[in-house]
């Protein structure tokens, strides 16, 4: 059984950082690409930041150079270090993985994370 277990999140003041990470564990053949998901209160979950297999990363235009996503192959972690928090980063965080199991067939599986609270309140 694969899972995604994440740390991090809490209370921040405007300007100010906090980190995620995320670690995957359980029985499977690889992890290709991760992110992170932004829910705000009353909306959609929505992607800020991806990164490939191979360290390609992708981050949506509002979080562009305040967020940077990061992944240690070796520990299955991905990380989202968060700096010049702004009040409508406020919401949970959910860490995303398309994990290659291999069973009768080989196939690629979207798993997440059971979301962490991020709040940005001054």
């Known amino acids: 059984q694969v899972q995604l277990v994440e740390t991090g999140g809490g209370l921040a003041h405007p300007g100010g950082s906090l980190s995620l990470s995320c670690t995957v564990s359980?029985?499977?053949?690889?992890?290709?690409?991760m992110g992170w998901y932004h829910q705000a209160p009353g909306n959609s979950r929505v992607m800020v930041a991806g990164i490939t297999s191979g360290g390609r990363t992708s981050y949506r235009d509002s979080v562009k150079g305040r967020f940077t996503i990061s992944r240690d192959n070796t520990k299955n972690t991905v990380f989202l270090q968060m700096d010049s928090l702004k009040l409508e980063d406020t919401g949970v965080y959910y860490c995303n993985a398309g994990i290659v199991e291999v069973k009768d067939t080989v196939s690629i599986n979207d798993y997440w994370g059971q979301g962490t609270q991020v709040t940005v309140s001054s």
């Open positions: 359980g029985s499977f053949f690889s992890i290709n690409t």
